[in-house]
């Protein structure tokens, strides 16, 4: 069973901030929360990882809830070339062993 | 990011031959690398994890000598699918990680037609 749970799709405007979330209410003290994408028939894009302060790089932003049981992926500034399935994903400290969960499929509308 | 290369991406092979795929780590040396296959409309299912040098650790109910993995360098994993059948068709992924790294990268996939 996946450890992360999504909701299956999303919308949002082209332009507007995009905000996915995810339930890691599993997570362990030593785990790390991923984020990737998969646009279709291509292999995952790394986004960006945290493990208990939010994180910001030129992708995204990460909020991580203080209990560290859920997580929310932004998209400041969404573009067409963000439609994809986003994944939510944990994984030990040295361990980089990402196990996917069904993730949601963002579709931006122009 | 670092870049991980798969080859072939397209592969079509006759039911019974052996096909052969290869992950590569092109500006990094990947001391782990994992392999997934992915159905359509899925999600990433892995098979399999392998340390250079050592043999691989196979997730249970994947077919260690149906699924042969090969991890003979630091920038070289191979996974080849020995006696091919059609419900072996999928999209199998590679993903490596840095030695000193915190984040895995993928390959672009390749895509396995059994007929």
């Known amino acids: 069973d996946a450890k992360t749970t999504q909701p299956p799709s999303m919308d949002c405007a082209e332009g507007r901030a995009a905000n996915l979330p995810c339930n890691h209410s599993t997570i362990s003290g030593n785990e790390y929360v991923y984020w990737y994408r998969q646009i279709h028939s291509q292999g995952p894009q790394y986004i960006i990882h945290g493990l208990k302060n939010n994180e910001t790089n030129e992708m995204a932003s990460l909020i991580i809830t203080e209990d560290r049981k859920s997580s929310t992926l932004i998209l400041p500034h969404a573009t067409l070339r963000d439609t994809a399935v986003y994944y939510c994903?944990?994984?030990?400290?040295?361990?980089?062993?990402?196990?996917f969960g069904k993730g949601t499929k963002l579709s931006v509308i122009p | 990011g670092a870049v991980v290369s798969q080859h072939p991406s397209r592969v079509i092979c006759k039911s019974g031959t052996s096909v052969k795929i290869e992950c590569r780590s092109l500006?990094?040396?990947?001391?782990?690398m994992f392999w997934y296959r992915q159905f359509p409309k899925k999600s990433l299912m892995l098979m399999a994890t392998?340390?250079?040098?050592?043999?691989?650790?196979?997730e249970q109910g994947v077919e260690k000598d149906k699924f042969l993995i090969n991890h003979a360098s630091l920038t070289l994993s191979t996974l080849t699918v020995t006696s091919a059948h059609p419900e072996d068709s999928s999209f199998y992924i590679c993903?490596?990680?840095?030695?000193?790294?915190?984040?895995?990268?993928f390959g672009q996939g390749t895509r396995l037609t059994v007929v």
């Open positions: 392998s340390n250079e040098g050592s043999k691989a650790t196979y």
């Open positions: 994903s944990t994984a030990a400290v040295g361990s980089y062993q990402l196990t």
């Open positions: 500006d990094f040396q990947a001391t782990t």
């Open positions: 993903s490596a990680t840095r030695t000193w790294g915190t984040e895995a990268f």
